[in-house]
C-alpha cells in the first residue's frame, strides 16, 4: 500500500480552466460573457483550458443526436471565435474520466448543507425540487472537480456562476485541511469587463438567453448580418438621449445595456464610449452599434458554418484535446486517490 503523497505547495502553475455547457443556441451573451474573454486569456501567455461541459449539460435529459449536435456546434463556436486547439487545450468533458472520479471524491468533501445553500439549484429545482436529479443537486461538485482536476488556478466567471466558484474554494480548503496537505490551488475567479452580463433586448432587467419565447430578445451567434442589424434597430429603449456621465445611465436598463455590448464589442470602457456619444438620440447610436456588431460577429457566423460541414474534423480536434487535457488531470487525479487511502495498481 502506498503512503499519501504529501505535497506542499505553495507556488501553481498558472492556469486558467472554464467551460460552456453544450446546450446549443449561442448568444451574443455567451460570446461577450465568455468566448472573447476565452480568447484574450489564451494571448495573454497563460496556460489555458477550455471544455464543453456535457456531464453537466445530462443533469437535466437531453436527446442524445442532438447533445451531440450542439456539443459540436459549442466547438466551433470557441474555435470560430478565435480559440487555438493548437495553443490552449479544447475538448469536451466526457473524453476524461477524471472528472467523473475526482466529482465523487468531493461528492464526499462537500457538505449537504452547501449544495442546499446554491441559488442556482433553487432557481433550477425551483418548487418540485424531490422531482430534480441527484445530478443537478451535486452540479457544483462536478464544476470544481472540472476545475481542480488540472490544478487550475484561475476561472473566467460571470457574476451567476461566482457562488460556484466560491464552493471550488471551499472544497479545495476543506480537502487540504481533512488530510493535511496543501494539495489543491485556492482558485481565484476573473471576473472583469463591460459586459460580462448581457441583458435582454427586449427587457434590460433581465440576462440575454436562449430560453426566452422571443428570438428578437437576443442575437444568436447563427443570426445573419441582417438579422443582427435587425434586432439591434429594434430593441427596447428609452425616449431620453444619452447621459454625459455614466452615472447618468444608473436607472436606464435598456440604455445602459446597449452601451454595455458596444463597450465589449469595441473592447473600450463604458466611460470612453459615453464620452463618444454624450447627447446622441438612439437613432444615431443604434446603427452605429448595429455595424459594430456585424463586423465583429458576422465572421464568427461564417466559420461556425464551414466547421459544422464537417463534424468528423470537429470530433478529432475534441479528441486531441481530451488526449491533452487527460495528460494533465490524471497524474493530479492519482495523487488525490494516494491521498485519500486508495490502493490502485501502477498503469
Known amino acids: 500500500m502506498s503512503e499519501p503523497v504529501q505535497t506542499p505547495q505553495t507556488q501553481f502553475k498558472p492556469r486558467i480552466f472554464s467551460g460552456i455547457?453544450?446546450?446549443g443556441g449561442l448568444t451574443l451573451g455567451n460570446y461577450l460573457g465568455a468566448l472573447k474573454r476565452f480568447v484574450e486569456k489564451q494571448d495573454e501567455g497563460i496556460e489555458t483550458i477550455y471544455c464543453l461541459v456535457d456531464l453537466h449539460a445530462i443533469t437535466v435529459w437531453q436527446d442524445p443526436e442532438k447533445l451531440r449536435q450542439q456539443t459540436r456546434e459549442g466547438a466551433a463556436a470557441f474555435i470560430a471565435a478565435g480559440i487555438d486547439p493548437a495553443?490552449?487545450?479544447l475538448f469536451n468533458q466526457s473524453q476524461v474520466t477524471a472528472h467523473a472520479e475526482l466529482a465523487w471524491i468531493f461528492n464526499c468533501v462537500a457538505r449537504m448543507g452547501w449544495m442546499g445553500r446554491m441559488t442556482q439549484w433553487k432557481d433550477k429545482a425551483g418548487k418540485n425540487a424531490e422531482a430534480a436529479s441527484l445530478g443537478l443537486f451535486a452540479y457544483p461538485a462536478l464544476m470544481a472537480a472540472d476545475i481542480l482536476a488540472y490544478h487550475a488556478t484561475m476561472v473566467p466567471v460571470g457574476e451567476d456562476q461566482k457562488q460556484h466558484l466560491e464552493l471550488t474554494r471551499d472544497i479545495a480548503i476543506k480537502f487540504n485541511n481533512d488530510f493535511k496537505v496543501d494539495f489543491f490551488p485556492v482558485v481565484e475567479p476573473l471576473i472583469e469587463g463591460a459586459a460580462t452580463r448581457v441583458m435582454s433586448l427586449r427587457d434590460g432587467?433581465?440576462?440575454?438567453?436562449?430560453?426566452?419565447?422571443s428570438d428578437q430578445s437576443r442575437i444568436n451567434l447563427t443570426d445573419t448580418a441582417d438579422q443582427i442589424a435587425s434586432k439591434i434597430r429594434k430593441a427596447k429603449t428609452d425616449p431620453e438621449p444619452l447621459p454625459d456621465t455614466v452615472e447618468g445611465l444608473k436607472d436606464r436598463p435598456d440604455a445602459r445595456n446597449l452601451v454595455n455590448i458596444y463597450a465589449a464589442l469595441a473592447g473600450h470602457t463604458v466611460e470612453q464610449v459615453i464620452a463618444d456619444f454624450a447627447g446622441?438620440?438612439?437613432?444615431?447610436f443604434?446603427?452605429?452599434?448595429?455595424d459594430l456588431a456585424v463586423a465583429k460577429l458576422a465572421p464568427i457566423t461564417t466559420e461556425m458554418n464551414r466547421l459544422m460541414k464537417d463534424p468528423a474534423e470537429i470530433d478529432r480536434i475534441l479528441g486531441q484535446g481530451g488526449e491533452r487535457a487527460e495528460a494533465?488531470?490524471?497524474?493530479?487525479?492519482?495523487q488525490v486517490y494516494d491521498i485519500v487511502g486508495m490502493i490502485r495498481s501502477r498503469r
Open 286 to 290: 443604434k446603427p452605429a452599434l448595429a
Open 328 to 334: 494533465i488531470a490524471r497524474p493530479i487525479v492519482d
Open 21 to 23: 455547457q453544450p446546450s
Open 205 to 213: 432587467t433581465k440576462k440575454m438567453s436562449k430560453s426566452d419565447p
Open 87 to 89: 495553443r490552449s487545450v
Open 280 to 284: 446622441a438620440q438612439f437613432g444615431t
